[in-house]
């Protein structure tokens, strides 16, 4: 049977069984007729590009089916079966070969082609739509593979009447090519959808008869695309039967259409002349043609009578995972359709339909053995791409995750590099026989290399003498997002110790570093050779990010890692404007972010060598004048300062950017009310600083070694307090030389810096204050700082359990009379002894004021409450220029009579207001709390004496515990360091 418009045949097995049936042959030959003049009349507008799906096609598959079936399932298939198996071939892609105005129809609202109930809850318009809001939201991947690589993004289809672009036609095809098998169904039944809503009736549905085949063929035509038992449950319940309904097979037919079709990949689909001379725009198209050329030969003459042997040379890693999926589908399919078979017709034997089998049960492949093909072809078989839940989900992580700063591309590769070439050096100890292996000679362990010039940077490139890469590390971690090789049993064993604990110091630990290259360019290119590799067994390979898979080259290269970034040109400017200005790389710079001198990183850049600033401490490292530091079990060391110079924080030699985050007056995070927060350069074997994905900040407020940090500054201050203290308040010393003292202004609440006793002084810490249980404070307010001017006078006279603060130094001063707004309120607050202090209550026991003070306060137009307050004095006993006013019951004559007795500064005075105290419940800050503690601990008192005899002894009780910090101070005495932030008029100073 043949159609004189068409080329397709009908196999000889199938006419001879229907010839005698008029009624058959002529619902088969009317079907075939139509199919055939739509196929030659229309090309595949939706799918320009696909492999052949046209009259050939067909024919092969219903070769093939019948060829699949067993001789013994070929007697037992019935008329009817030879009819609708002729049918359901023709339909099963028919669905493809709609055209344009076929697929307005189908859309439209209240069209004909309203689905089967049975299967098909939702119309065409509706499935549209949601195919539609589905593909707005393809990832580039996706649209790259569909539309190639000048891919836009998804667009509404043009109105009625308005041409359409190549990437409207590719997105239809996308979804026929998702739902043609249900469109096969219903165009057996309602026909070919065509133009304006009209119907192109395909099968004939006049009588019953000829409905139950259109249905039946439909349905085989349908089963292709989906799982067979819902075919089976369709079949049970519009005839009762899924065996063998009106004499069709139906199951059986269908697991031939299935694997007929799965088996249509021979390289003749595929013709080599057409792929010479044609670009394909869609690379799902161009990997099909590919594909289908890279088979030779497909046989069933092996020495496994029931497997079937596909030949094939892939020639590219794209192909090969291709065929291996095809490979792996095919036999998914085979296992399937046997297990069918055997449930619909296992129990027929007495009908002997449980030899309806097929011929093959296996197919297998000289790609089975990975290793031997592997030597065969010259690039790696696996399947090796950048893996996240999606491509675009990669994309998306860079820009939250880095922002789009080049600085960030460059400290995550030079942070990669520096832990490779520590874990060279780890693997060195261990392997003594990489000492003479070949590794990049470069200057340096590391060598930062950019390209270009000023106006415009052309490359980046990363090399690296480190550990390198094998390709099961690149495919399974360096190109997964999350995957970090570094929680891996293997770095494990080599780099971990038998507790668990890290050997080396290591930095990178969420395995997203290699993400950030792509804010430098497009496409990397990689070339690396594990430390334990051969020399000709080195890897190098290209790839961009949404890459849906990449080819590892095996090449001859040296230990270690090179990777090269061409730099597109919108961003070859963006890059060149963070090169540094000058010779000098500082902290902040965007080419520097590492910092230690060993590792060792080189930089040259425009071709010059980049010399670095200043650098951080090495682990190995002891303290200086810079830098304290603390060990404990979980850190190697934590090197600290208050310097501000150096960068706030850094983690095993790269600078962490934090902002003001360990701003004082701005976090929450505190050591104790008395101290800033120092620099930090943490050494962190285990990864255990809680560091951002953006590697900017830390997660939490909370340093995981605060504790031992609260008690390593406190050590420091000890020392400073030993060592460096005056013997009298003679110095501006008292007012708080400490560089890592707070500044600015004070809390309400807060103890000064220094508070005073009898014979010596105090860290104003409220514990450490409560420890010594005072019950009398002496407040001065105002005049020198630093208690300069009267307190030793005053000292003379206090008592052993009295206190001596000051606060506002010069708040009185003449030259702020009139001009500062405080001045009133806190003359004010003298009179009436409004101040707190943290842990204590105080009541107000008298006020002592200079009278020409109280003269220049009647001067700046007093308020109500003021003139109240002057009246006071006015009424108070004047004892040498001071005026004296008491409480009732007032007891502390003799101290009142020492502070009249000193001499008045007319340009600066000081007023003092007595307290009685009396301690509180309140709760302590845990950081307050540990610092006094830790005070005590190593001085076992809380007062420094000023008496040089006394504090020897008290230096010498301290040097059991701190001996080192001690010594560091002696050798580095008076380590004031000034705010630094604005002495450098170069930002990339710091």
């Not at 394909?280 to 198209?285: D, E, P, R």
């Not at 030793?792 to 009379?817: N, S």
Request: glycine share 8%; charged share 25%.
């Amino acid at each position: 049977m043949k159609h004189p418009l068409s080329l397709m045949k009908i196999p000889q097995f199938i006419t001879g069984r229907i010839q005698a049936e008029h009624k058959l042959s002529s619902f088969v030959s009317s079907a075939i007729d139509r199919i055939n003049s739509h196929i030659s009349a229309n090309r595949m507008v939706f799918f320009p590009e696909y492999t052949d799906h046209g009259i050939t096609h067909l024919e092969l598959v219903l070769q093939t089916a019948l060829d699949l079936a067993t001789e013994e399932a070929q007697a037992l298939l019935t008329t009817s079966d030879a009819a609708v198996l002729a049918v359901a071939v023709g339909l099963h892609d028919f669905g493809m070969h709609l055209t344009r105005e076929g697929f307005e129809s189908l859309i439209t609202p209240g069209c004909l082609w309203r689905g089967v109930p049975y299967f098909d809850q939702k119309p065409w318009d509706i499935l549209w739509q949601e195919f539609y809001a589905d593909a707005t939201r393809f990832d580039g991947r996706k649209l790259r593979s569909l539309f190639g690589e000048g891919y836009r993004p998804v667009r509404p289809l043009p109105m009625p009447g308005e041409q359409w672009e190549d990437f409207d036609y590719l997105l239809v095809g996308e979804f026929l090519r998702k739902f043609h098998p249900r469109l096969a169904h219903e165009i057996a039944l309602y026909g070919l959808p065509g133009k304006a809503g009209l119907s192109i009736s395909i099968c004939q549905t006049g009588s019953a008869e000829q409905e139950f085949l259109a249905d039946v063929s439909g349905l085989i035509a349908r089963s292709h695309g989906m799982d067979l038992r819902p075919c089976l449950a369709y079949l049970e319940q519009s005839y009762n039967n899924k065996i063998a309904p009106r004499g069709v097979h139906a199951a059986f037919l269908a697991v031939l259409l299935r694997i007929a079709d799965y088996f249509q990949i021979q390289a003749s689909r595929a013709p080599t002349a057409r792929t010479e001379v044609n670009s394909f725009q869609s690379q799902l198209s161009a990997r099909e043609w590919k594909v289908h050329q890279s088979i030779s030969d497909i046989h069933n003459t092996g020495n496994d009578p029931e497997a079937i042997f596909v030949i094939a040379q892939p020639g590219d890693v794209d192909s090969f995972l291709k065929l291996k999926g095809w490979l792996a589908g095919v036999q998914s399919e085979l296992d399937q359709s046997w297990a069918i078979l055997g449930e619909v017709y296992g129990l027929q034997k007495h009908v002997r339909l449980d030899e309806l089998g097929l011929k093959i049960r296996r197919v297998k492949s000289n790609l089975d053995d990975i290793e031997q093909f592997s030597k065969t072809v010259s690039y790696v078989p696996a399947k090796i791409s950048f893996e996240a839940a999606n491509a675009d989900l990669l994309k998306l992580l860079v820009e939250p995750l880095y922002g789009d700063d080049p600085a960030i591309a460059i400290r995550e590769l030079i942070q990669n590099a520096v832990d490779a070439v520590r874990e060279f050096d780890s693997l060195l100890t261990q392997h003594p026989q990489l000492q003479s292996v070949s590794r990049y000679p470069i200057d340096g362990d590391v060598l930062l290399e950019v390209e270009g010039s000023k106006e415009g940077v052309t490359a980046v490139r990363f090399t690296d003498r480190g550990v390198g890469m094998t390709a099961q590390i690149i495919q399974e971690y360096f190109l997964r997002a999350g995957a970090s090789f570094r929680r891996s049993a293997a770095w494990r064993h080599d780099h971990e110790d038998s507790t668990g604990h890290s050997k080396i110091l290591r930095t990178g630990r969420f395995g997203i570093g290699a993400l950030a290259a792509f804010l430098l360019g497009d496409e990397i290119e990689l070339t690396t050779r594990h430390a334990l590799s051969a020399p000709d067994d080195g890897i190098s390979f290209r790839a961009k990010l949404d890459d849906e898979s990449i080819s590892l080259s095996r090449v001859l290269a040296p230990v270690g890692t090179c990777i090269t970034i061409r730099t597109p040109p919108r961003l070859k400017g963006r890059i060149a404007k963070v090169a540094p200005t000058n010779d000098k790389l500082g902290f902040g710079n965007a080419f520097g972010h590492y910092f230690l001198r060993k590792p060792s990183v080189s930089r040259t850049i425009f071709g010059e060598a980049a010399e670095v600033n200043s650098w951080l401490p090495q682990p190995e490292d002891g303290m200086s004048a810079d830098w304290r530091y603390f060990a404990n079990k979980d850190f190697q060391k934590v090197f600290w300062t208050f310097r501000r110079s150096y960068p706030e924080l850094s983690s095993n030699g790269i600078v962490i950017k934090t902002g003001s985050a360990y701003d004082y007056q701005r976090s929450a995070t505190s050591l104790t009310s008395n101290f800033q927060i120092p620099y930090l350069a943490v050494f962190d074997r285990d990864g255990l600083l809680p560091v951002n994905l953006q590697r900017t900040a830390l997660r939490t407020r909370q340093l995981p070694f605060e504790e031992d940090l609260i008690r390593s500054v406190t050590d420091d201050l000890i020392a400073h307090a030993l060592i460096e203290a005056p013997e009298r308040c003679t110095s501006d010393w008292l007012s708080g030389k400490y560089e890592g003292f707070k500044k600015g202004v004070r809390s309400w609440r807060a103890w000064p810096t220094w508070v005073l006793t009898k014979d010596g002084f105090l860290l104003g810490n409220a514990p450490l204050i409560e420890a010594l249980s005072p019950r009398i404070l002496l407040l001065a307010v105002g005049g020198a700082a630093a208690y300069q001017g009267w307190a030793d006078e005053v000292r003379a006279h206090t008592t052993k359990d009295g206190l001596i603060a000051a606060i506002e130094a010069g708040v009185f001063h003449q030259d702020r009379m009139g001009v500062s707004t405080g001045v009133k309120g806190t003359f004010t607050q003298v009179m009436n002894g409004f101040f707190f202090f943290d842990g204590f209550q105080l009541r107000h026991s008298a006020t002592l004021i200079p009278t020409v003070l109280a003269e220049r306060i009647g001067q700046l137009r007093p308020g109500k409450a003021l003139r109240r307050d002057l009246a006071k004095i006015g009424k108070a006993t004047i004892i040498d220029g001071w005026a004296s006013i008491q409480r009732p019951g007032f007891s502390l004559t003799q101290l009142r009579d020492a502070i009249c007795q000193l001499p008045i500064n007319s340009e600066d005075p000081v007023a003092f207001c007595l307290f009685e105290l009396s301690g509180t419940q309140e709760q302590r800050s845990a950081q307050d709390n540990s610092c006094a503690t830790r005070w005590l601990e190593v001085l076992q008192s809380p007062v420094v004496p000023f008496d040089t005899g006394e504090r020897a002894k008290l230096e010498q009780r301290a040097s059991d515990q701190i001996a080192e910090v001690l010594s560091n101070r002696r050798q580095n005495p008076q380590t004031r360091i000034k705010n630094e932030e604005s002495s450098s008029s170069d930002p990339e100073s710091i």
